[in-house]
C-alpha cells in the first residue's frame, strides 16, 4: 500500500498530518489493548468483584464481602483437591521433568541412531488434545482389559486404577508423563545443545568423570531452562482439569481425582456458585504466584551473575 | 489532499499475504452479507445425538405444515448445559427450545421462582389436556414449587437385566424371584468361585458404589428421595438409612455384588466383565438396553429381564433411572410456536414409535403404547417382548422431586456412598453427616437471600 501527498500541501494541512502521524502508532496498537481491555482486563476485575457476591439464581446477586473466602477455608473437598493438585505437580515434578531430562540427554548423546524419529515420537503425545488423551488412558486402565492390567494381572491382583481411592491420582499422574514429558523433553534438548563443547572439555581436562561433568557443567548450565520447566510444569499442574475430568468421571471416587480447577467448575456451572468459583479462581492465582516466585528464588534466577 | 493506491508489490508482506487478506475479506463479506431466510425462526438445542437425528429426520415434516417456520436444530453434545447456563446468565442468546437432562435441571431452578429461565407449562398442559395423557409422576423432576418447566422425553423405566443361562446353571430360576429377599437367596447360589482358586469369578449383580445410581435406584423404588416435595432434606430417614444399609450389605455381607467395572456401567471394562460371565445382572433402564444393544451385540440372546426384586411381595417392581426433558425459554419470542413444535416431537404417536424403534426408549405418552412394536419379540432378550415388560411398570414409576440444589446434594451423596460401602463409615454416619452438610448449606443461602 503507499500513500502518496500532494507536493505543495498548505501549512495547516501538514500540521494535521503531523498529529495523525503521532497518533498512528497509537492507532496501531489499540486493537491489542482494545482485545485486552475486553477479554482479560475487564473479566479479571470482574471476577475479583464476583469473589465478593453470590449469586443469586440467574438474575441478581448479593454481597457477602470475604465470606466466600472464609467458606472455601473450611470446605474439606476444596482442601482435599488442593491435596490431589500438589500430588500431581509433585509427581510431575519429580517423576516427569527426570523423566524428560533423562530422554533429552540420551538423544543429545552421540551413541543414539534415529534421533529425529525419536524426537518426533516423544513429543507426539503434545498433539493428542488431553480429552482423547484421557479417553485413551481410560482404556489402557481399563480393570480387565486394559494395558496395564494384564500385564499386573499377573501378580494376582486386578487394580481399579480409576476404581480405587488410591490409585487414582498415581493413574492421572502416569498418563500426565506420558502426554509431557516429550515436550518437556524439547526444552531440555535445546538447553543441551546451548551448552558450549569447551566447557565439557575443560572439565575433561580436570579429570573429570561422565557423572562429575553432568553435575558441574550441564546442571549449572541448565539452570535457566530447568527454571522455566519447573515454573511452567508447575503452572500446568496447578490448574489440571480435563485429564482427571474425564479419567475419572468427574473426581469420583470420593473426590479422590477431584482438582482446584474441577472444584471450580463444578461450582461455577454445576452447582450455579459464581461468586464461590471466582474465589477459588482467586485463591489459585495466589497460590500459583506464590510457587512460582518461592521456585524461581530456590533456582536463584533473581542472583545477579 | 492525498490518494491511496494498492497493489501487489507495495503490500507490506508480499503478494502471499495479500491475496490471503483479501479471501479473507470476501469470505468474511459472503458469510455475514448473505440474506437470512424469510420467514420465523425457532432455535432448538440439543444434547443428545440420538435425539438430533431423530429431531433431523422430524422436523421437515413441521416445517411443511407450518409454512414459513425454520426449525434450527444445533446439537452441542455435552457442553450444551454450560452454554444454556451462559445464555441465561447473560439474557441473551438462549434458543426457543431446549432439551435438558435431569442431573442438570437443578442449577437452571435456583434463585426466585420468577427468575427461572423457563416458561412455566403447566396452563398449557392443563388447560389442553395433556397431563392426564401422560405418567403423571413423571412431571416431578422437572417441576418445582408447583411450575412445570419443562415436558419430560421419557419414563425411563429400570428392570433387572440377568443371565439366564448362567442363573440356570447355578440352579436358578429367576422368574421365581419377586422380593430382594428372594433376589439375595438367588445371588447366593449364583455368585460362585468357578476354578476353585479362592476368589469369586462372577457375582450376581454389578452396582455402581462409586455414584449414586444404583441407590438412588434403590430409594426411589420405595418412594425416598433426597428432597421431598416440599424441598425437604430426606436423606437422612430411617428408609435412606435403612436402603443404603441393603445396599452396602450386598457387597460386604452377603458378597454377591461387585462394583462396576471402570467408572460407570457403559464402561467398555464393565462390558468386558459381562462378556468374561463375570457379571450375572444389573439395574437397566430402557436406554441401557440400548446401549448393551450396540456396545456388546454378541451377547444378544444371553440376556433376560424381569421387573426390579420388590422390597415386600407385591411392592413395587421398578424404579427410574436419568431422564430429559424440553423447556421453552423465557427468551423465545413465540412462545406458542415454540409449543406447537414442543407437541410435534413429543406428543406424536407415530414419532414415538419410531423413536422407541431406534432408542428403545419408552414414551410417556400413554396413547402411544398400545403401538404393535411394543410388543413385538426382542431378539437380544432371546424374542422376550421387553416394550411389553416396560409398559407393564411404566405406571407404577416413582416420583423423583427436583431441586435447585440436586448437583451439590449428589456430589456429596457419592462420597457418602462410597464411605460406607467402604466401610469408612456407617450408613447411619454417612448420611446423617451427608443431610447436616446440605441443610446446612440451603440455610446459609437462606440467611443471605432470605425466603424467596
Request: proline share 5%; aromatic share 14%; hydrophobic share 45%.
Amino acid at each position: 500500500m503507499k500513500i502518496l501527498t500532494h507536493p505543495n500541501e498548505p501549512q495547516g494541512k501538514i500540521k494535521n498530518w503531523n498529529q495523525q502521524q503521532k497518533m498512528a502508532p497509537y492507532l496501531f496498537i489499540a486493537p491489542f489493548y482494545l482485545l485486552f481491555v475486553v477479554f482479560m482486563g475487564y473479566p479479571l476485575i470482574s471476577s475479583l468483584v464476583m469473589s465478593l457476591y453470590e449469586m443469586r439464581g440467574f438474575q441478581s446477586r448479593i454481597f457477602v464481602g470475604f465470606g466466600n473466602f472464609t467458606d472455601l477455608f473450611g470446605d474439606p473437598i476444596f482442601w482435599k483437591s488442593l491435596r490431589n493438585t500438589a500430588y500431581f505437580a509433585i509427581g510431575t515434578l519429580t517423576l516427569q521433568l527426570p523423566i524428560a531430562l533423562l530422554l533429552a540427554i540420551l538423544l543429545n548423546s552421540k551413541f543414539v541412531k534415529g534421533k529425529n524419529l525419536l524426537r518426533l515420537a516423544f513429543f507426539a503425545p503434545v498433539l493428542v488434545a488431553g480429552v482423547f488423551v484421557a479417553i485413551i488412558f481410560n482404556l489402557v486402565y481399563d480393570q480387565r482389559a486394559g494395558l496395564i492390567n494384564q500385564e499386573f494381572v499377573l501378580f494376582g491382583k486386578e487394580i481399579g486404577w480409576l476404581n480405587e481411592e488410591n490409585y487414582v491420582m498415581p493413574a492421572v499422574i502416569l498418563t500426565g508423563v506420558w502426554q509431557w514429558a516429550g515436550f518437556n523433553m524439547i526444552y531440555f534438548l535445546a538447553g543441551l545443545q546451548g551448552i558450549r563443547q569447551e566447557l565439557y572439555e575443560a572439565a575433561a581436562v580436570d579429570g573429570a568423570n561422565w557423572w562429575q561433568a553432568f553435575i558441574h557443567v550441564t546442571l549449572p548450565s541448565l539452570r535457566p531452562v530447568i527454571a522455566f520447566v519447573f515454573v511452567v510444569s508447575m503452572i500446568g499442574s496447578l490448574q489440571l482439569f480435563d485429564l482427571p475430568y474425564i479419567l475419572t468421571n468427574g473426581g469420583e471416587p470420593a473426590d479422590a481425582g477431584s482438582t482446584i480447577v474441577m472444584y471450580l467448575y463444578k461450582n461455577g456451572f454445576q452447582f450455579m456458585r459464581l461468586g464461590y468459583a471466582a474465589t477459588i479462581g482467586w485463591v489459585l492465582f495466589f497460590i500459583i504466584a506464590v510457587v512460582s516466585i518461592v521456585q524461581l528464588k530456590l533456582l536463584g534466577i533473581f542472583r545477579e551473575e | 489532499m492525498f490518494h491511496l493506491s494498492i497493489d501487489a508489490e507495495g503490500f507490506p508482506l508480499g503478494k502471499g499475504p495479500m491475496v490471503m487478506l483479501v479471501l479473507f475479506l470476501i469470505s468474511t463479506l459472503f458469510i455475514f452479507g448473505r440474506s437470512e431466510e424469510e420467514g420465523e425462526d425457532l432455535e432448538f438445542w440439543i444434547f443428545a445425538n440420538t435425539h438430533y437425528e431423530e429431531y433431523q429426520a422430524r422436523v421437515p415434516i413441521f416445517e411443511a405444515e407450518n409454512p414459513g417456520v425454520n426449525v434450527r436444530l444445533i446439537n452441542f453434545g455435552g457442553t450444551m448445559h454450560d452454554k444454556l447456563l451462559a445464555a441465561m446468565l447473560s439474557n441473551f442468546g438462549a434458543p426457543d427450545l431446549v432439551e435438558v437432562e435431569i442431573t442438570s435441571i437443578g442449577r437452571f431452578l435456583k434463585g426466585a421462582i420468577d427468575e427461572i429461565g423457563f416458561v412455566d407449562l403447566r396452563p398449557r398442559l392443563e388447560s389442553e389436556g395433556w397431563m392426564d395423557k401422560l405418567v403423571v409422576s413423571r412431571f416431578t423432576p422437572w417441576s418445582y414449587r408447583g411450575r412445570i418447566f419443562g415436558v419430560p422425553h421419557d419414563l425411563h423405566p429400570v428392570v433387572l437385566l440377568y443371565r439366564d443361562d448362567l442363573f440356570k446353571a447355578a440352579g436358578v430360576e429367576m422368574t421365581a424371584v419377586e422380593t430382594w429377599d428372594d433376589f439375595i437367596n438367588a445371588g447366593k447360589k449364583a455368585t460362585r468361585d468357578l476354578d476353585g482358586d479362592g476368589k469369586i469369578d462372577q457375582y450376581a449383580i454389578v452396582l455402581d458404589r462409586r455414584t449414586e445410581s444404583d441407590y438412588f435406584n434403590l430409594l426411589l423404588q420405595q418412594g425416598g428421595g433426597f428432597f421431598d416435595e416440599d424441598g425437604n432434606v430426606i436423606i437422612d430417614s430411617e428408609l435412606a438409612i435403612e436402603t443404603l444399609e441393603f445396599f452396602t450389605a450386598l457387597f460386604n455381607e452377603h458378597e454377591i455384588a461387585t462394583p462396576v467395572y471402570g467408572t460407570w456401567h457403559g464402561d467398555p471394562s464393565n462390558f468386558a466383565a459381562m462378556q468374561d460371565g463375570k457379571i450375572l445382572s444389573i439395574l437397566a433402564p430402557d436406554w441401557y438396553v440400548g446401549i448393551l444393544k450396540s456396545q456388546v451385540p454378541q451377547m444378544s440372546g444371553k440376556w433376560k429381564a424381569i421387573g426390579m426384586p420388590a422390597w415386600q411381595p407385591g411392592g413395587r417392581r421398578t424404579t427410574t433411572r436419568g431422564g430429559t426433558m424440553i423447556g421453552i425459554t423465557k427468551q423465545c419470542e413465540n412462545p406458542e410456536r415454540a409449543w406447537e413444535l414442543l407437541k410435534f416431537t413429543y406428543f406424536d404417536r407415530s414419532g414415538l414409535v419410531n423413536r422407541y424403534e431406534t432408542t428403545r426408549i419408552i414414551p410417556p405418552l400413554k396413547a402411544a403404547w398400545d403401538a404393535p412394536i411394543f410388543k413385538e419379540p426382542d431378539v437380544y432378550l432371546g424374542g422376550q417382548p421387553l416394550g411389553e415388560l416396560f409398559i407393564q411398570l411404566a405406571p407404577d414409576l416413582p416420583a423423583r422431586y427436583q431441586n435447585p440444589y440436586w448437583s451439590e446434594a449428589a456430589d456429596l451423596l457419592n462420597d457418602a456412598i462410597f464411605a460406607a460401602v467402604t466401610e469408612k463409615q456407617t450408613s447411619r454416619e454417612a448420611l446423617t453427616e451427608l443431610a447436616k452438610k446440605v441443610r446446612t448449606l440451603i440455610a446459609k443461602d437462606m440467611n443471605r437471600w432470605g425466603e424467596m
